[in-house]
């Protein structure tokens, strides 16, 4: 198995790679308008660190937000591309899994008991967030709100918890701030290991239609279709029609 995973939903741009194992390689750089630029050169990276071609890789897995519509796309549509070229299915993780699942990796810092929130930023003064049982399991989530509507008493990962210290509280504050692909990969990895070809192929290649399965695989933070997560309507809007001019 080698799994290559990047995530473009927050200002980090990271990509790694996963051998079923362990991550063989990673790079992350915060960035949050250079997405487009930064992500090919770092699967390039990663996949050079790891002296593994392209058409070696068995999956693609991109973190599939919530986030900002544009940076989102980058990873998103990169992970359609790239499974098309060399033929390997393409799946999505949910960002905030994977941060979650990172507060549970051994040696990382900020490692976490019990339950937790994981936020990020939405822009507009709220935040993504989602509440966790441990670091595999999502209770409630993802959802868009104000810092001061999150729940209370749960620690808070995340940039979203970091950009709102004072209005969550800042002994609230903990784990990573920002996605790692590292973990994406592993979560990723471990999911796939669970799963026959057959049932991996169906995964990837879930219909639109489909939205009721879509939707339970994102509520239990499993493997699913390469498909964007959004929380609320995109910033453009269709202009309307000419207001009539009269004299």
């Known amino acids: ?23 063989v390689a990673e790079s992350t750089t915060v960035d949050a308008r250079r997405h487009g630029e930064l992500l090919a050169p770092a699967i390039e990276q990663v996949l050079r660190d790891s002296g593994v071609r392209l058409r070696d890789v068995t999956a693609i897995v991109a973190g599939t937000g919530p986030g900002p519509y544009t940076g989102l796309r ?19 993780v949910c960002t905030l899994d994977a941060i979650a699942y990172a507060t549970g990796q051994t040696g990382q810092t900020g490692e976490i ?30 959802r868009v709100d104000r810092p001061d509507d999150l ?11 970091r950009m709102y210290a ?14 790692s692909a ?34 339970k695989a994102r509520e239990l933070g499993v493997l699913g279709p390469p498909r964007p997560i959004y929380l609320r309507r995109p910033d453009a809007q269709i202009p309307g029609a000419p207001k009539r001019v009269t004299a």
Do not use: Q
């Open 1 to 23: 198995m080698l799994v290559l995973a990047f995530d473009t939903a927050t200002p980090a741009v990271t990509a790694a790679l996963h051998d079923g194992d362990y991550v």
């Open 74 to 92: 980058v990873g998103l549509m990169t992970a359609t591309a790239l499974a098309t070229t060399i033929g390997a299915p393409a799946f999505g």
């Open 113 to 142: 008991d019990g339950p937790f929130l994981v936020a990020t930023d939405a822009r507009r003064k709220e935040v993504f967030w989602a509440r966790y049982g441990d670091a595999v399991t999502r209770l409630d989530g993802p």
């Open 151 to 161: 729940p209370p008493d749960l620690p808070v990962v995340g940039a979203g918890a």
């Open 166 to 179: 004072e209005t969550i509280g800042a002994d609230r504050v903990a784990g990573p701030e920002h996605p």
């Open 182 to 215: 590292g973990a994406l990969a592993a979560l990723a990895a471990g999911r796939l290991a669970g799963l026959t070809v057959e049932e991996a192929a169906e995964l990837a290649e879930m219909p639109d239609g489909r939205i009721d399965s879509v939707e």
